[in-house]
């Protein structure tokens, strides 16, 4: 399942699932390290009445979960009709400190007085490694502190504390208990401690541990009471609890406020232009993709493909990392909507990760060490670099497209003169050279979907216009040499590019392989990345995009309300479905609805952005893929690629009464 709710502040973040439960918990950077991964217990919520203890996951809660418009504020309301109680949170990770905070309101439903008690629990495998030497331990009220359970090891600490306004107590009730396999033995956690209604009150374990606090609640008939819950990240005890004597001297109301005033000043540039450029109702789910965005933003600079663990449950794979490419075009996103310091924060990232050579690799971590690699170095005899020049080539392209549109709004062309010596330069000299002498095309190199080793025309599009991009930007600062040798290979690019349109299917190759005798073997696959290459980095002319247009959506049966488009034939990844061609992407579907904005069909735009624009009413969030059969979210969701697109494309089709155009703002390279 998805997170429904993803909260950052750049350096902790956290993702609720469907039960309003933490079940991803990074610290100190987005996406790195997870102490609360689909490897560990769920952080499980309950509430014992009349004997029996009833938690959020057990299937008898109606759960409604949502943003509060326009911050990165969470609400989830659980209620349980037959117990006659709701349940209802605001969650938020305070801007400001490491501190993730639960406003929560217990209310009672029914006509007569009741007793009942919360219990919150929590689970860690601090720094992602159960090597057994994770402590939990009580810490009672000294020194005018207040009691807090402290999980810690090295340096990881993380202090679990709250505050019942009815009893005045930072918890009722307590016990620290230990989960997992454990020699013969196992154990599902100290929640089981709960299902009495009556806590063992243990004040220490270690190995891999987890605790669970228990709130007291007395009710008058139809009545609420309010409670509160932190959880505080820090290198140390000591830094927590100075954390959360910050936190605690302010006191959760007035974070609260100061969190909402922060995400409303962050948001408003996108909110003044959404209300003259982007159809009312998308809005709201505009506004919320964009803090999706920046919740997966490191504040170092690093962009998630996504936090979404749930993936590693059912397969080896896992978005948590910082693909280039993915995160060109969520920056593509902040750059027309005039978000500069992400976009700067960012670029800063990309040059110290950049490689001698001035390529990227595959994907990075936060911390700007080099992620996990599927690629090798030898293709069938060929040795090469295991990486996806695409990558390189829209880096750069969004960065040439940054500066020159930095300087047209006012910015002095000398404050981005480093950049262009770190960043700019080096990628545009490696493309240069990475051009196979003998077809005048970008030598091989793994695609845009990761699959297949060889000259693929969306790489080939997107290096003719990252080249493209580069030499103008080398004209503005005065570097005539680089400008006229990057123009002329991309011009010879542009015209060497014939080779990869297929007469036989009135579509372009999704790309070829030469052989050391000469021989070149081209793959006819149809492939929307392809298309959109062509098309968005305007390789090809008007009438060879509309013949490859029309090809793509009759052979993928694309009309009426069928508007979700599958990456390429045969795509069998996450395939639900057997006998289809593949899942629907959103990706692959905003691709196509953006083309068709710029041709003024906008009544198919507009069949994509409600077919997203109901995904998200459902869940908040967009995934990477659905099922074909039941429409369920299949792999990473949210997924920060989709909901880039959501926002391009929203922009795109504009207004009814003011449709804009791409040709203006966005990808022409000619």
Not at 255 to 264: A, E, I, N, S, V
Not at 372 to 399: C, K, R
Request: hydrophobic share 40%; proline share 4%.
């Amino acid at each position: 399942m998805a997170r429904p709710i993803i909260l950052s502040n750049g350096e902790m973040a956290i993702g609720l699932n469907q039960f309003g439960m933490v079940h991803d918990f990074y610290y100190p950077y987005v996406g790195l390290e997870n102490h609360s991964s689909e490897r560990a217990s769920r952080h499980r919520i309950g509430l014992f009445i009349e004997g029996a203890i009833h938690w959020l996951s057990d299937g008898t809660w109606r759960i409604k979960q949502q943003y509060i418009p326009g911050r990165l504020i969470g609400k989830t309301v659980a209620t349980n009709e037959w117990l006659g109680f709701a349940i209802e949170f605001q969650d938020f990770v305070d801007p400001e400190l490491n501190v993730f905070a639960r406003n929560i309101q217990v209310i009672n439903l029914s006509d007569r007085p009741r007793q009942a008690k919360l219990f919150l629990h929590q689970a860690f495998i601090i720094s992602e490694a159960a090597d057994g030497h994770d402590t939990a331990q009580y810490i009672p009220p000294m020194h005018g502190k207040s009691e807090v359970i402290l999980h810690y090891k090295g340096r990881r600490a993380f202090m679990v504390s709250g505050k019942n306004l009815q009893t005045g107590a930072a918890f009722d009730s307590f016990s620290i208990g230990q989960f997992g396999q454990f020699s013969d033995d196992s154990s599902d956690g100290v929640w089981r401690d709960a299902e009495d209604g009556e806590l063992a009150r243990n004040p220490i374990e270690r190995i891999q541990t987890d605790s669970i606090l228990q709130y007291n609640l007395n009710f008058q008939a139809h009545d609420s009471i309010r409670l509160h819950y932190f959880l505080v990240a820090g290198k140390s005890g000591e830094e927590s609890r100075r954390i959360l004597d910050k936190f605690n001297s302010d006191g959760l109301l007035t974070r609260l406020m100061k969190t909402d005033q922060y995400w409303q000043k962050w948001i408003t540039p996108a909110r003044t232009l959404a209300e003259v450029q982007v159809s009312p109702e998308y809005r709201d789910h505009f506004l919320t993709s964009l803090l999706i965005l920046r919740a997966m933003m490191d504040r170092r600079g690093a962009i998630m493909a996504s936090c979404d663990t749930e993936m590693l449950k059912y397969t080896r794979d896992a978005y948590v990392d910082c693909w280039p490419r993915d995160a060109s075009y969520v920056l593509w996103t902040f750059l027309r909507l005039g978000y500069f310091e992400e976009i700067k924060s960012f670029l800063r990232f990309a040059s110290d990760v950049i490689s001698d050579e001035g390529f990227f690799w595959q994907m990075y971590r936060p911390d700007a060490t080099i992620g996990p690699n599927s690629h090798a170095y030898v293709h069938d005899g060929d040795i090469a670099p295991p990486i996806q020049t695409d990558e390189t080539a829209t880096m750069l392209f969004l960065f040439a497209r940054t500066v020159q549109t930095a300087v047209k709004g006012g910015d002095k062309l000398e404050n981005w003169y480093e950049l262009y010596e770190r960043l700019g330069r080096p990628m545009a000299n490696f493309l240069l050279d990475y051009i196979d002498r003998t077809t005048k095309l970008p030598r091989p190199s793994y695609e845009v979907w990761e699959v297949l080793y060889l000259t693929t025309t969306y790489t080939t599009a997107a290096t003719f216009g990252a080249l493209s991009a580069a030499a103008d930007l080398a004209e503005m600062f005065n570097e005539t040499d680089n400008a006229i040798k990057w123009r002329n290979v991309a011009v010879e690019i542009q015209e060497a590019s014939e080779m990869l349109w297929n007469k036989d299917r009135n579509y372009f190759y999704r790309g070829f392989w030469r052989r050391d005798s000469g021989q070149i073997d081209f793959d006819a696959t149809i492939d929307a990345s392809a298309f959109y290459g062509a098309w968005t980095f305007r390789l090809f002319d008007h009438k060879k995009l509309e013949t490859a247009f029309k090809t793509l959506t009759e052979r993928f049966y694309i009309q009426g309300n069928n508007v979700g488009l599958p990456r390429f034939e045969g795509d069998d990844y996450n395939r639900a479905d057997p006998s289809s061609d593949g899942n629907p992407w959103f990706i692959t579907s905003f691709w196509l609805a953006q083309y068709q904005a710029e041709r003024g069909e906008i009544d198919f735009t507009k069949k994509v952005l409600d077919w997203a624009n109901d995904q998200m009413t459902r869940t908040n969030v967009l995934p990477e893929q659905v099922s074909p059969i039941d429409g369920r979210m299949l792999s990473a969701a949210p997924l920060s690629w989709s909901h880039a697109e959501f926002i391009n494309t929203c922009l795109d089709y504009g207004t009814p009464q003011n449709q804009p155009r791409r040709t203006d703002d966005a990808v022409s390279t000619q």
